[in-house]
């Protein structure tokens, strides 16, 4: 195939750089301060001196604001076009946060100010913890931890914590064999064996198999709900009265929460601790691989062990405004809280973001992304079935609820491409290509997501983009065997990576 | 990439491995069907020499880009000497899955459990 | 329908009839009774974009900042100056909006970004091997003493008290999960007491962590800690101050094994605490073990040279309950802020800053320490920060010190009380290039008035 190479885009033909390897000796963009102190010799001891300067870049600020600007065209990017990326709920990023997030009142809030000063920011805070409480239907929030898998671990320490002051040693988690990576990674971080539950025969966990693995050894059930394969299980009360009848917690991966808001909430599913991905629902920009936050809400039973600080409010007696503090509990035999998790509150500024969305949203606006995305959802499905049904099945039930799961097996048995070939070919389409190979549990999977701020128009050419490489590659399949083309570089020898890693500019 | 072949002189394990047996002292290694559902294998991580290792059990993982492989042992004994060549060209174990894509070598045990192996015929129509 | 969706009302109807159902509610119908929301979400109207601006300016006019007062608070963030060009490119939606680099074709500028910012963190470092970004500093800590867990299997770590109370106290919670008992190793005259870290080691011990410089700003004898760690076979973790590193040695010179740390003093803001990144670096032998995302160079298909995440088996998605850690979003955004400010400081300029806050932090100490009623904490020599110990009577006067100077519009620094009941006249002063001699002065003035007062007080109510 020579589609696309000959000639060679502007991009394809400039062989990258790195900026260690522009500027020149001498050349600088930063200007220290003057001295304005007496200069004393002999400050730091002899043996504690850098013997040799670190080799960072010499280079200009235009030749650096050039580099990575042109670095910047390199990256597809979800304001540019359609990032269907299954599991990570790829929703518009609205500018008006990132510009309340950097008044300098939050962004040049330096975390130890006494609290007295930084009232503004406690209030957030708080109003922010009762706003993910009324959200996942539970009363009370940490804000602390700083990702989805940082709040998964934050979980499952207090699902310790709370067992230990019953005076039970608990051994085992249970997770379905549709769950994050992040699931079973943290039970292990967190000191647990991971015990895997069946699926049954329409996606959903297999209660037989649930029941069966549920002894007084299990400390916790962790669930995402909708699951990975895009299916609200039906039987979750089931679940939760099997798991609680021995004792053990049932902590719910908030991943897929964008699915539920306004329909249905996590407390009343029977779970006592739920993880926000606030870069997900809530719209924090992802950044290239974050940052995100992920609070937790918990119930009753699990609140006296949350991490430290918390942000409380109290009533003057006097009667005045209320003043908002931090408890920081130093610790001490009446404390029964994990302690911390990372240091200082948390990411702030992801907390700004999402303090403003829910904000602009309001209650209605929440169920509103929710009926939208999974309106979408199902449209992008309907219309996928229609088109490539025999190809790309979806791999259960009929319908889904935010996301879905087709299956390329057939396609791959009919025509000759992989998924993988499918989600290069996309990229000549102009369109960030769905997660793919996950969950484990499909053969070939496409998991897509295609968020509610997306227009019909847009899905309408997802689809089609989709059609027209099946047909493709029913007449000749090595193009998508090959794809992409158009794309700054093509497809990389990521095994070669792996052999001989070069993670560092040679310098 | 090796042909698909399965040497009628080795010992096979139904875990898609496969013994060389040579006076007490085995060679360990993984089958042509085993390297090909893995993919390019871009990393062999060996057990430590003098370490046992049991029949059954894993002694190794072997990996590819995305997907990481315990290695299973077909015969129980003690480690006497592992391919160090292959820290520098994991490919051999695609390559040449019986010559240079060795793993380890091993003294055996209890050379009684040589007869649990399969042979060529009973492994394959096994596949 | 509100906020960002664009679904019309021909839009719906065409959209229910190809899905073939009556109502979007029909599209819920998988939810049982049972677990139903019976009623609205309990939250507040949605508001225009203009009111919830308002509203946010409103909270943070509520917070006094760094821009509204002359700031030496620092005790692990620091006010540096974030250029403007890290503004501009961290705003750039092609940096800000895109995930994880999944699809490298489409990826090779945020690839690339983490390639050059691993490069960067370890020449800083000293170690050869970095990874794209953890959460945070404490967090850092907390993964290389489970990275050292894993490798080493030994169920004892030692930890300086000179490391960041954050950080120890992170190490505590996350130690319970996999298993090892934290001991804390005494400092003497501002540093980790060797004779004390020697009787505490033994082949029990996988881990020492100590932080440079230390959380009193004291530079540690990082080679001979190192040294007596590796006498029995421990791994040396080291926090450090990246900033630092222009005039300190680099801790992989000085033996340490791992060196992690807060990345917020690299071109991030305050942000009341985060997003800000942890960095993570180590020798070559770790490679396989470290956690998170690690970019690596390849070729395309043509031969171009390119960039992929690579060494993805250590990871969670793939080696799950074997993975070397459960991370997966990091914080990539803020780790291209600190390889674009280390661009922008440059191989000298890093120097530069780091003499000019050595020299300013040793004015500063000195003038403060000639006032009335203030002394060094200890001699030793420090960098960036210093403590002082005020002639005042406990914890709640140091308090009331730090309130006066603040009504006079300076914050004067960290009340080491907080942390270190050992010391609950101690102050903690942070040193930036953002506060002059002017400032340093102004301080003096300020400080030297608060505690003069404050031992007014307590003199006048003790003779009444």
């Given at each position: 195939m020579t589609e696309g190479r000959n000639p060679q885009s502007p991009q394809q033909r400039e062989r990258a750089t790195t900026i260690f390897e522009k500027g020149a000796p001498g050349r600088r963009a930063f200007r220290a301060p003057d001295l304005d102190v007496p200069a004393v010799d002999g400050l730091i001891p002899a043996a504690s001196r850098r013997a040799a300067s670190p080799r960072l870049p010499e280079a200009s600020e235009p030749e650096i604001v050039r580099h990575y600007v042109n670095l910047s065209k390199r990256n597809f990017d979800l304001d540019s076009g359609f990032y269907p990326l299954g599991s990570c709920t790829m929703k518009h990023n609205p500018r008006l946060h990132e510009r309340v997030a950097a008044l300098p009142g939050h962004a040049r809030l330096h975390p130890l100010q006494d609290p007295r000063r930084a009232q503004g920011a406690l209030e957030l805070m708080f109003e922010l913890q009762g706003a993910l409480a009324e959200v996942a239907g539970l009363p009370h929030v940490s804000l602390q931890p700083s990702a989805g898998s940082h709040g998964e671990l934050a979980g499952l320490l207090l699902t310790r914590a709370y067992h230990a002051d019953r005076g039970e040693q608990r051994t085992k988690v249970l997770t379905p064999d549709s769950a994050h990576g992040t699931n079973p990674a943290t039970v292990t971080m967190a000191g647990y064996e991971v015990v895997k539950v069946a699926l049954d025969a329409a996606g959903g966990v297999d209660l037989d198999d649930l029941r069966a693995k549920t002894?007084?050894?299990?400390?916790c059930l962790m669930l995402t709900n909708p699951s990975t394969l895009g299916i609200f299980d039906p039987n979750i009360e089931q679940m939760a009265s099997i798991v609680h009848e021995t004792g053990a917690t049932l902590y719910y991966d908030g991943a897929n929460l964008n699915a539920i808001m306004g329909y249905s909430r996590p407390g009343d599913m029977g779970f006592d601790i739920v993880h926000f991905n606030l870069h997900k629902t809530f719209t924090q920009p992802h950044g290239g691989g974050g940052p995100g936050a992920g609070p937790i809400a918990v119930s009753d039973r699990i609140e006296p062990f949350l991490p430290r600080p918390q942000v409380v409010r109290r009533a003057p007696s006097n009667g005045g405004p209320p003043v908002y503090d931090l408890d920081e509990d130093r610790g001490g035999r009446e404390s029964k809280s994990i302690g911390k998790l990372r240091g200082f509150q948390g990411n702030y500024g992801v907390f700004v973001r999402t303090y403003a969305y829910i904000r602009s949203l309001g209650a209605e606006g929440l169920k509103d992304v929710s009926e939208v995305a999974v309106l979408n959802a199902n449209y992008v499905l309907a219309r996928l079935r229609e088109k490539v049904g025999d190809q790309l099945p979806l791999a259960f039930g009929e319908r889904c609820m935010h996301e879905f799961v087709l299956s390329g097996a057939p396609m791959k048995k009919q025509l000759g491409i992989r998924t993988l070939d499918l989600a290069k070919r996309l990229l000549d389409h102009g369109v960030h290509p769905?997660?793919?190979?996950?969950?484990?549990?499909?053969?070939e999977a496409l998991l897509v997501e295609p968020t509610e701020t997306e227009t019909r128009e847009t899905l309408d050419q997802f689809v089609d983009a989709v059609a027209a490489i099946v047909a493709e590659a029913a007449q000749d399949p090595e193009i998508a065997r090959n794809a992409p083309y158009t794309t700054p570089v093509r497809r990389l020898d990521e095994a070669g990576a792996a052999k001989r890693p070069r993670v560092r500019q040679a310098l | 990439m090796a042909e698909a072949g399965y040497p009628d002189e080795l010992l096979y394990h139904a875990e898609h491995d496969w013994a060389r047996v040579d006076d007490g002292v085995a060679t360990f290694g993984i089958t042509w069907f085993a390297q090909d559902a893995l993919g390019e294998v871009v990393f062999f991580d060996p057990p430590e020499v003098g370490s046992s290792v049991t029949a059954g059990e894993f002694y190794a993982e072997v990996e590819s880009v995305k997907a990481v492989s315990d290695v299973i042992a077909p015969l129980s004994g003690e480690i006497v000497e592992v391919n160090t060549a292959l820290a520098d060209t994991p490919e051999a174990i695609n390559d040449d899955p019986y010559g240079d894509g060795w793993m380890v070598k091993v003294k055996l045990s209890d050379p009684d459990e040589t007869t649990a192996l399969l042979d060529r015929d009973t492994y394959v129509a096994g596949l | 329908m509100a906020g960002y969706t664009s679904v019309t009302p021909e839009d719906l109807a065409h959209m229910l009839d190809v899905i073939g159902v009556g109502s979007v509610e029909e599209l819920f119908d998988g939810i049982p009774a049972g677990v139903?929301?019976?009623?609205?979400?309990?939250l507040p109207p949605g508001q225009p974009e203009q009111a919830v601006y308002a509203e946010l300016r409103r909270l943070a006019a509520r917070n006094v900042s760094t821009e509204d007062e002359i700031t030496f608070l620092g005790a692990g963030m620091y006010d540096h100056y974030v250029p403007s060009i890290i503004d501009m490119l961290m705003s750039r939606s092609e940096f800000l909006t895109p995930y994880t680099p999944y699809q490298p074709e489409v990826s090779q500028g945020g690839l690339q970004v983490m390639f050059e910012y691993q490069t960067a963190i370890s020449e800083l470092t000293g170690l050869p091997v970095s990874n794209a970004s953890v959460y945070e500093g404490p967090s850092a800590v907390g993964a290389a003493a489970y990275m050292a867990k894993l490798a080493s299997k030994r169920p004892r770590l030692l930890v300086s008290r000179g490391v960041h109370p954050h950080s120890r106290a992170t190490l505590e919670t996350l130690a319970v999960g996999y298993g090892t008992t934290v001991e804390e190793i005494a400092l003497e005259d501002g540093v980790t007491e060797l004779d004390a870290l020697r009787a505490a080691l033994s082949d029990e011990v996988g881990a020492v962590v100590i932080q440079q410089p230390n959380f009193l700003g004291t530079i540690e004898d990082v080679t001979a800690l190192s040294a007596a760690a590796h006498e029995h076979g421990a791994l040396v973790i080291c926090a450090a101050d990246p900033l630092t590193l222009g005039v300190l040695e680099a801790p992989g010179n000085q033996g340490v094994d791992v060196c992690v740390g807060e990345g917020q003093s690299l071109g991030n803001r305050l942000d009341f605490g985060g997003p800000s990144f942890g960095f993570f670096a180590a020798t070559e032998k770790h490679l396989r073990a470290m956690p998170g995302r690690i970019a690596g160079e390849t070729t395309d298909a043509d031969g171009r040279r390119g960039f992929v995440l690579t060494l993805q088996t250590r990871e969670q998605h793939i080696r799950?309950?074997?993975?070397?850690?459960?991370?997966?979003?990091?914080q990539a955004l803020n780790a291209l802020g600190g390889v674009v400010y280390l661009s922008w400081l440059g191989r000298q300029g890093i120097v530069e800053l780091g003499e000019l806050m050595l020299q300013r932090t040793h004015y500063a100490r000195e003038t403060l320490a000639a006032l009335d009623g203030v002394t060094k904490l200890h001699d030793r020599p420090v960098v960036r920060e210093f403590a002082l110990r005020l002639a005042v009577s406990d914890r709640e006067a140091v308090g009331r010190v730090l309130e006066r100077c603040a009504a006079a519009g300076v914050n004067a620094g960290y009340a080491l009380g907080r942390s270190y009941d050992e010391h609950p006249d101690g102050l903690l002063v942070a040193i930036t290039e953002q506060r002059s001699r002017a400032d340093i002065d102004r301080l003096a003035e300020v400080l030297g008035a608060a505690v003069a007062a404050e031992r007014a007080t307590v003199g006048a109510g003790a003779t009444a």
């Amino acid at each position: 195939m020579t589609e696309g190479r000959n000639p060679q885009s502007p991009q394809q033909r400039e062989r990258a750089t790195t900026i260690f390897e522009k500027g020149a000796p001498g050349r600088r963009a930063f200007r220290a301060p003057d001295l304005d102190v007496p200069a004393v010799d002999g400050l730091i001891p002899a043996a504690s001196r850098r013997a040799a300067s670190p080799r960072l870049p010499e280079a200009s600020e235009p030749e650096i604001v050039r580099h990575y600007v042109n670095l910047s065209k390199r990256n597809f990017d979800l304001d540019s076009g359609f990032y269907p990326l299954g599991s990570c709920t790829m929703k518009h990023n609205p500018r008006l946060h990132e510009r309340v997030a950097a008044l300098p009142g939050h962004a040049r809030l330096h975390p130890l100010q006494d609290p007295r000063r930084a009232q503004g920011a406690l209030e957030l805070m708080f109003e922010l913890q009762g706003a993910l409480a009324e959200v996942a239907g539970l009363p009370h929030v940490s804000l602390q931890p700083s990702a989805g898998s940082h709040g998964e671990l934050a979980g499952l320490l207090l699902t310790r914590a709370y067992h230990a002051d019953r005076g039970e040693q608990r051994t085992k988690v249970l997770t379905p064999d549709s769950a994050h990576g992040t699931n079973p990674a943290t039970v292990t971080m967190a000191g647990y064996e991971v015990v895997k539950v069946a699926l049954d025969a329409a996606g959903g966990v297999d209660l037989d198999d649930l029941r069966a693995k549920t002894d007084e050894n299990v400390a916790c059930l962790m669930l995402t709900n909708p699951s990975t394969l895009g299916i609200f299980d039906p039987n979750i009360e089931q679940m939760a009265s099997i798991v609680h009848e021995t004792g053990a917690t049932l902590y719910y991966d908030g991943a897929n929460l964008n699915a539920i808001m306004g329909y249905s909430r996590p407390g009343d599913m029977g779970f006592d601790i739920v993880h926000f991905n606030l870069h997900k629902t809530f719209t924090q920009p992802h950044g290239g691989g974050g940052p995100g936050a992920g609070p937790i809400a918990v119930s009753d039973r699990i609140e006296p062990f949350l991490p430290r600080p918390q942000v409380v409010r109290r009533a003057p007696s006097n009667g005045g405004p209320p003043v908002y503090d931090l408890d920081e509990d130093r610790g001490g035999r009446e404390s029964k809280s994990i302690g911390k998790l990372r240091g200082f509150q948390g990411n702030y500024g992801v907390f700004v973001r999402t303090y403003a969305y829910i904000r602009s949203l309001g209650a209605e606006g929440l169920k509103d992304v929710s009926e939208v995305a999974v309106l979408n959802a199902n449209y992008v499905l309907a219309r996928l079935r229609e088109k490539v049904g025999d190809q790309l099945p979806l791999a259960f039930g009929e319908r889904c609820m935010h996301e879905f799961v087709l299956s390329g097996a057939p396609m791959k048995k009919q025509l000759g491409i992989r998924t993988l070939d499918l989600a290069k070919r996309l990229l000549d389409h102009g369109v960030h290509p769905p997660t793919v190979y996950f969950p484990l549990v499909v053969e070939e999977a496409l998991l897509v997501e295609p968020t509610e701020t997306e227009t019909r128009e847009t899905l309408d050419q997802f689809v089609d983009a989709v059609a027209a490489i099946v047909a493709e590659a029913a007449q000749d399949p090595e193009i998508a065997r090959n794809a992409p083309y158009t794309t700054p570089v093509r497809r990389l020898d990521e095994a070669g990576a792996a052999k001989r890693p070069r993670v560092r500019q040679a310098l | 990439m090796a042909e698909a072949g399965y040497p009628d002189e080795l010992l096979y394990h139904a875990e898609h491995d496969w013994a060389r047996v040579d006076d007490g002292v085995a060679t360990f290694g993984i089958t042509w069907f085993a390297q090909d559902a893995l993919g390019e294998v871009v990393f062999f991580d060996p057990p430590e020499v003098g370490s046992s290792v049991t029949a059954g059990e894993f002694y190794a993982e072997v990996e590819s880009v995305k997907a990481v492989s315990d290695v299973i042992a077909p015969l129980s004994g003690e480690i006497v000497e592992v391919n160090t060549a292959l820290a520098d060209t994991p490919e051999a174990i695609n390559d040449d899955p019986y010559g240079d894509g060795w793993m380890v070598k091993v003294k055996l045990s209890d050379p009684d459990e040589t007869t649990a192996l399969l042979d060529r015929d009973t492994y394959v129509a096994g596949l | 329908m509100a906020g960002y969706t664009s679904v019309t009302p021909e839009d719906l109807a065409h959209m229910l009839d190809v899905i073939g159902v009556g109502s979007v509610e029909e599209l819920f119908d998988g939810i049982p009774a049972g677990v139903r929301l019976r009623r609205p979400i309990d939250l507040p109207p949605g508001q225009p974009e203009q009111a919830v601006y308002a509203e946010l300016r409103r909270l943070a006019a509520r917070n006094v900042s760094t821009e509204d007062e002359i700031t030496f608070l620092g005790a692990g963030m620091y006010d540096h100056y974030v250029p403007s060009i890290i503004d501009m490119l961290m705003s750039r939606s092609e940096f800000l909006t895109p995930y994880t680099p999944y699809q490298p074709e489409v990826s090779q500028g945020g690839l690339q970004v983490m390639f050059e910012y691993q490069t960067a963190i370890s020449e800083l470092t000293g170690l050869p091997v970095s990874n794209a970004s953890v959460y945070e500093g404490p967090s850092a800590v907390g993964a290389a003493a489970y990275m050292a867990k894993l490798a080493s299997k030994r169920p004892r770590l030692l930890v300086s008290r000179g490391v960041h109370p954050h950080s120890r106290a992170t190490l505590e919670t996350l130690a319970v999960g996999y298993g090892t008992t934290v001991e804390e190793i005494a400092l003497e005259d501002g540093v980790t007491e060797l004779d004390a870290l020697r009787a505490a080691l033994s082949d029990e011990v996988g881990a020492v962590v100590i932080q440079q410089p230390n959380f009193l700003g004291t530079i540690e004898d990082v080679t001979a800690l190192s040294a007596a760690a590796h006498e029995h076979g421990a791994l040396v973790i080291c926090a450090a101050d990246p900033l630092t590193l222009g005039v300190l040695e680099a801790p992989g010179n000085q033996g340490v094994d791992v060196c992690v740390g807060e990345g917020q003093s690299l071109g991030n803001r305050l942000d009341f605490g985060g997003p800000s990144f942890g960095f993570f670096a180590a020798t070559e032998k770790h490679l396989r073990a470290m956690p998170g995302r690690i970019a690596g160079e390849t070729t395309d298909a043509d031969g171009r040279r390119g960039f992929v995440l690579t060494l993805q088996t250590r990871e969670q998605h793939i080696r799950r309950e074997k993975a070397t850690s459960n991370i997966c979003t990091s914080q990539a955004l803020n780790a291209l802020g600190g390889v674009v400010y280390l661009s922008w400081l440059g191989r000298q300029g890093i120097v530069e800053l780091g003499e000019l806050m050595l020299q300013r932090t040793h004015y500063a100490r000195e003038t403060l320490a000639a006032l009335d009623g203030v002394t060094k904490l200890h001699d030793r020599p420090v960098v960036r920060e210093f403590a002082l110990r005020l002639a005042v009577s406990d914890r709640e006067a140091v308090g009331r010190v730090l309130e006066r100077c603040a009504a006079a519009g300076v914050n004067a620094g960290y009340a080491l009380g907080r942390s270190y009941d050992e010391h609950p006249d101690g102050l903690l002063v942070a040193i930036t290039e953002q506060r002059s001699r002017a400032d340093i002065d102004r301080l003096a003035e300020v400080l030297g008035a608060a505690v003069a007062a404050e031992r007014a007080t307590v003199g006048a109510g003790a003779t009444a």
